[in-house]
């Protein structure tokens, strides 16, 4: 199976079996492949997740067949084929229209060759025409230019503004830079890239994490003897800001609410230079189980793994909490950079859904900390009603909560005039990490 079957393989298993992007990609990609390949591989699969609206625009003007009638491997085709040569410089075109081609005779009936040959052809001929989004409305040409669904476009000019949305959307269109995580338990920053440079990598610190490197070049990091001896761990620099804000004490007790996969627990257990009591909650098994392979790994001895939904009350717990950090179950739409295919697969349903389950995480969160005690309350998503509209409600409803601020957790406070007050929001184009929101809550003496 060449690269581009598997790149096939992969957009059916996330496009007809639901499978989040970033395991479809892992689950095709074997240890043995080629790092070209892998990388050829990433970049079509991406790209066509990432503008997919664009591309179906492009096929629907050369096709006469409507797009929801076209088979969903042809299309597929179709979409590869029109990515590479609408984006993809260094591949010649014929190319591009020869895979196309042969991928149609296996995944196809005998006339779709034809169709294929014909669409991909007339794209080659007649590219800079076809490409032109001829849409007069300008959310709709936002929508189709960038490859976002209407309604999300809609409610981001509503809440940024037109010229924000757009610069939003090309922003989430790039590729992402891998972050690491220093684990400060066995080593520091500084030897660490120094160890990363010698194995050819490009490295350079994190603008806003003291403990993040950023990394130009990663292919089979994760091969790394640095890796495999718990020396770092992969997490987004804007994740990794949680930990840091937060800034538990040692022989602290920790409850991480919605724990898993457990990148905020084991950098709190670092932080803590593995000395308390971290509990890792979820309603996942299998995810707590990939937490506790993760902190065996880093050297962490400090987090116990429960089963446990977040939006039921432990009374159990009521008022023995130091720290209580709520990774909020989300819309994610602040990591579309890394996994486009969340823009297809939310609606504004789900989130009217998911405020309602994030107030009553909030809500059960207030009775476990302890007077003077610290609520984290973070999301992956960059909206008002997942965010700084819940912290807003529960602190008008609950008086004896308040932001803290938090100014001193971060040197560079460069767009972060909010720190002040207790809560960040970062933006992919803004601050070059993940769209991410936190906020720090301390329960005051009553």
Known sequence: ????????????????????????????????????????????????????????????????VKIKKIQPAILDILRMGVYQIAFMEKIPDRAAVNEAVNLSKKYGHKRVTGFVNGILRNFSRNKEKLMVVDKTDPKEFLSIKYSYPLWLVKRWIDEFGYEFTEKLCIENNLRPKLNLRTNRIKINREELSARLTTYGYTVYNTKYAEDGIVVENPIRITDLEEFKQGLFTIQDESSMLVGQITNPKRGSLVLDMCSA??????????????????????????????????????????????????????????????????????????????RPDIKWNRNEEDIKKLTSMQKVILDNAKHYVKTGGIIIYSTCTIGRDENLNIISDFLKENKEFSLLGFEGAIDSLENFDTAKEGYLQLFPHIHGTDGFFIARIIKKDS
């Open 1 to 64: 199976m060449n690269a581009r079957e598997k790149c096939l393989n992969i957009l059916m298993d996330i496009n007809l079996r639901g499978a989040y992007s970033n395991y479809a990609i892992t689950k095709h990609l074997s240890s043995s492949i080629d790092p070209k390949d892998e990388n050829l591989i990433r970049e079509i699969v991406y790209g066509v997740i990432e503008n997919r609206l664009y591309l179906d625009y492009i096929i629907s003007k050369l096709s006469s």
């Open 261 to 338: 996969p457990g990148g905020k627990a084991t950098h709190m257990a670092e932080i803590m230079e593995n000395d308390g009591r971290i509990i890792s909650r979820d309603i996942y098994e299998h995810k707590l189980k990939l937490l506790e392979e993760n902190s065996n790994r880093l050297g962490i001895d400090i987090i116990e793994t429960e089963i446990f939904d977040a939006t039921e009350l432990d009374k159990s717990m009521i008022g023995k909490v130091d720290y209580c950090i709520i990774d909020a179950p989300c819309s994610g739409l602040g990591i579309i950079r890394r």
